[in-house]
């Protein structure tokens, strides 16, 4: 279950979210904390191809954008304002991205210094069939969506037309109501994104969710932290009871497995007042955090880290064809066992008083027996056997050892500035200026001088200008044109941020989604290999196959082949017309001429009317 040296145990995230067989996707939600574009234009290869996201059609313009093209009505990805990452390589396809975003800034709350953060991580999937029949899966995830190696985790469960416990979907549903709340009249098309999202809280009223395993039975509970007062009261729930007169207070096993933590919650469940007969406790974090403790408040935990060579490159456990990256732990996970009963806590929350009580975050409880599962059998799963085997990433280690990282703390300075500024009101507008675009955004109130080294500019224009309350940026070509701004700022100590913030912008050209996709499809080889993707995968492997497809427009061979294009098209129109829509999308983008034969438009024109398509 949680072996981390069984390739069994671990999951591919692109492949968790592959719809059903005979099945595609219709509606999706997701939920971060941090989002890479990068990430979600791979999860939308998935979501929208059936691929998965190591395979090569992240590679090719023309998959990515016919991906995009499918799913960018289809889905709307929630995360927290001013965590979006700078791309490597900022794409016009970036822009496609756009009406799949939509940041959340919380306002502050009584008791945080600072404020709390949207840290869930979630997917609410809903599948259709031909037939019109739909499949529903949830999954629950501590790991965000980017491209980050730190080891996390994740669960899924789909909908069950034999279960029959339609209430314990109900906080899935009061989830989804608070991130409806969440798209405020400023998005782009807020009306439309609301109401994709009330229909599907509509259709998820009368569904039922099975786990389908032996271990857990049907032992679920979803608990949305922080959402109001529909959400769950984690300080009332027995993994934090702190009334020592409490039946719940007392313990077997608590393991903890925590990136990031709050001295006060190690303290308490330090405490001896918790013990029975046996009682054990463990701690598992990253190195860095364990200088927020002092000895005695972690003195009863065994505490664990990642040895050094895990976490500075990857060894054994994992593919050494792969490229070696930095990596610790990212996965919370809590387990309280107290006799025969044992709960699992899955999710985004971190052992810190912000995760449980602040912010806005999701847990899944599952329950089972002591014989399946407990404290000593997650451990040897974890640690690949004994604590004090060779091959167990894991080691013991002593709370004295740890030192605080100047970096981190100067990094956190920059992210609270970021996080002021994604708070403030602003707005851009677009001009059409003599054969380019200029861009007006516009900040309300006062600046800080906290913001003195802040700059700003857009994502796919290099060129950052200092941030202030009005800021132009000229001479832009129409694919420079984004709501995407990159953020960067410089502390005093060298550390340096930069993230991605979105401002909503009036004014954009009519063409510009159009421009993106021409700077794609930009020769007949292209529009021929769009097509195929459309027809399906495997005339599309064929076609690329031939060296005459390397050349660009329709000479030799490749006018021979038309005729066996349209004998597709004409079989794809009468087995799957849906698919021909994707065409008429083509079509519609495509301004050069010379692209499209005129006998392809009109052909197509016939299927149309011969096949009655809308």
């Given at each position: 279950?949680f072996?981390t040296?069984?390739?069994?145990?671990?999951?591919?995230y692109?492949?968790?979210?592959?719809?059903?067989?005979?099945?595609?996707?219709?509606?999706?939600?997701g939920?971060?904390?941090?989002?890479?574009?990068?990430?979600?234009?791979?999860?939308?290869?998935?979501?929208?191809?059936?691929?998965?996201t190591d395979s090569?059609?992240?590679?090719?313009?023309?998959?990515?954008l016919?991906?995009?093209?499918?799913?960018?009505?289809?889905?709307?990805?929630?995360?927290?304002?001013?965590?979006?990452?700078?791309?490597?390589?900022p794409?016009?396809?970036?822009?496609?991205?756009?009406?799949?975003?939509?940041?959340v800034?919380?306002?502050?709350?009584?008791?945080?210094?600072?404020y709390?953060?949207?840290?869930?991580?979630?997917?609410?999937?809903?599948?259709?069939?031909?037939?019109?029949?739909?499949?529903?899966?949830?999954?629950?995830?501590?790991?965000?969506?980017?491209?980050?190696?730190?080891?996390?985790?994740?669960?899924?469960?789909?909908?069950?037309d034999?279960?029959?416990?339609?209430?314990?979907?109900?906080?899935?549903?009061?989830?989804?109501?608070?991130?409806r709340?969440?798209?405020?009249n400023?998005?782009?098309?807020a009306?439309?994104?609301?109401?994709r999202?009330?229909r599907?809280?509509?259709?998820?009223?009368?569904?039922?969710?099975?786990?389908?395993?032996?271990e857990?039975?049907?032992e679920?509970?979803?608990?949305?932290?922080?959402?109001?007062?529909a959400?769950?009261?984690?300080?009332?729930?027995?993994?934090f009871?702190?009334?020592v007169?409490?039946?719940?207070?007392?313990?077997?096993?608590?393991?903890?497995?925590?990136?990031?933590?709050?001295?006060?919650?190690?303290?308490?469940?330090n405490?001896?007042?918790?013990?029975i007969?046996g009682?054990?406790?463990?701690?598992?974090?990253?190195k860095?955090?364990?200088?927020?403790?002092?000895?005695?408040?972690?003195?009863?935990?065994?505490?664990?880290?990642?040895?050094?060579?895990?976490?500075d490159?990857?060894?054994?456990?994992?593919?050494?064809?792969?490229?070696?990256?930095?990596?610790d732990?990212?996965?919370?996970?809590?387990?309280?066992?107290?006799?025969?009963?044992?709960?699992l806590?899955?999710?985004?929350?971190?052992?810190?008083?912000?995760?449980?009580?602040?912010n806005?975050?999701?847990?899944?409880?599952?329950?089972?027996?002591?014989?399946?599962?407990n404290g000593?059998?997650?451990?040897?799963?974890?640690?690949?056997?004994?604590?004090?085997?060779?091959?167990?990433?894991?080691?013991?280690?002593?709370?004295?050892?740890?030192?605080?990282?100047?970096?981190?703390?100067?990094?956190?300075v920059?992210?609270?500035?970021?996080?002021d500024?994604?708070?403030?009101?602003m707005?851009?507008t677009?001009?059409f200026?003599g054969g380019?675009?200029?861009?007006?955004?516009?900040?309300?109130?006062e600046?800080?001088?906290?913001?003195?080294?802040?700059?700003?500019?857009?994502?796919?224009?290099?060129v950052?200008?200092?941030?202030?309350?009005?800021?132009?940026?000229?001479?832009?070509?129409?694919?420079q044109?984004?709501?995407?701004?990159q953020?960067?700022?410089?502390?005093?100590?060298?550390?340096?941020?930069?993230?991605?913030?979105?401002?909503p912008?009036t004014?954009?050209?009519?063409?510009?989604e159009?421009?993106?996709?021409?700077?794609?499809v930009?020769d007949?080889?292209?529009?021929?290999?769009?097509?195929?993707?459309v027809?399906?995968e495997?005339?599309?492997l064929?076609m690329?196959?031939?060296?005459?497809?390397?050349?660009s427009?329709?000479?030799?061979t490749?006018?021979?082949?038309?005729p066996?294009?349209?004998?597709?098209m004409?079989?794809?129109?009468?087995?799957?017309?849906?698919?021909?829509?994707?065409?008429?999308?083509?079509?519609?983008?495509?301004?050069?001429?010379?692209?499209?034969?005129?006998?392809?438009?009109?052909?197509?024109?016939?299927f149309?009317?011969?096949?009655?398509?809308?």
């Open positions: 279950m072996q040296n069984n390739n069994k145990d671990r999951l591919n692109g492949e968790m979210l592959l719809p059903p067989q005979g099945y595609v996707l219709e509606q999706a939600v939920t971060t904390y941090s989002l890479d574009l990068e990430a979600l234009t791979a999860i939308s290869i998935a979501l929208g191809l059936k691929e998965d090569g059609f992240l590679q090719n313009p023309i998959s990515m016919n991906a995009l093209q499918k799913v960018s009505e289809k889905v709307l990805i929630f995360c927290e304002a001013g965590q979006i990452t700078v791309p490597g390589k794409s016009p396809l970036n822009i496609l991205l756009e009406k799949m975003v939509i940041p800034a919380l306002p502050k709350v009584r008791g945080l210094n600072g709390p953060a949207f840290h869930p991580k979630t997917w609410i999937l809903q599948y259709v069939n031909p037939e019109g029949d739909r499949k529903y899966r949830f999954a629950v995830l501590s790991r965000n969506l980017t491209f980050d190696r730190s080891w996390d985790i994740s669960m899924c469960m789909d909908s069950s034999e279960a029959d416990q339609p209430e314990k979907t109900k906080p899935l549903i009061d989830f989804l109501s608070f991130l709340f969440q798209i405020k400023t998005i782009s098309e009306g439309t994104k609301r109401n999202i009330k599907l809280i509509r259709n998820l009223e009368t569904v039922s969710f099975a786990l389908d395993s032996r857990f039975d049907e679920f509970q979803i608990m949305p932290l922080g959402i109001g007062s959400g769950y009261k984690m300080t009332e729930d027995p993994l009871c702190s009334d007169w409490s039946a719940d207070y007392t313990f077997n096993d608590l393991v903890v497995f925590s990136p990031f933590l709050s001295a006060s919650l190690v303290e308490e469940w405490k001896k007042e918790h013990n007969t009682t054990k406790r463990t701690l598992i974090t990253r860095i955090e364990l200088a927020k403790l002092k000895p005695e408040q972690g003195s009863r935990f065994d505490i664990y880290t990642l040895k050094d060579d895990i976490v490159g990857e060894d054994q456990i994992s593919d050494e064809q792969e490229e070696k990256m930095k990596q732990i990212h996965a919370k996970i809590f387990l309280r066992r107290k006799y025969s009963d044992t709960s806590y899955i999710g985004s929350m971190n052992a810190s008083y912000a995760a449980s009580q602040k806005v975050e999701m847990v899944m409880q599952l329950k089972t027996k002591n014989r399946y599962l000593d059998s997650f451990l040897r799963d974890i640690f690949c056997g004994e604590a004090d085997n060779p091959a167990n990433p894991f080691e013991k280690v002593e709370i004295k050892d740890a030192k605080p990282d100047d970096a981190e703390e100067e990094s956190k920059l992210e609270k500035i970021i996080k500024i994604c708070r403030r009101k707005k851009a677009v001009v200026n380019s675009y200029d861009v007006s955004v516009t900040v309300d109130g600046l800080s001088e906290e913001w003195d080294n802040v700059q700003i500019g857009l994502l796919r224009r290099k950052l200008s200092p941030f202030a309350k009005e800021m132009i940026f000229e001479g832009l070509d129409v694919l044109l984004t709501e995407f701004y953020l960067q700022i410089k502390g005093d100590k060298g550390t340096s941020v930069s993230r991605i913030i979105m401002i912008t004014g954009f050209p009519e063409d510009r159009s421009a993106v996709v021409n700077s794609v930009k007949k080889r292209s529009f021929v290999e769009y097509v195929a993707f027809l399906g495997d005339y599309l064929t690329l196959e031939d060296n005459n497809l390397q050349k427009g329709f000479t030799g490749e006018i021979q082949r038309m066996a294009l349209y004998e597709k004409l079989k794809t129109a009468l087995e799957e017309p849906a698919r021909l829509k994707e065409i008429d999308y083509l079509l519609k983008m495509i301004t050069d001429a010379e692209i499209i034969p005129d006998e392809f438009r009109e052909l197509y024109e016939i149309k009317t011969t096949l009655r398509l809308k």
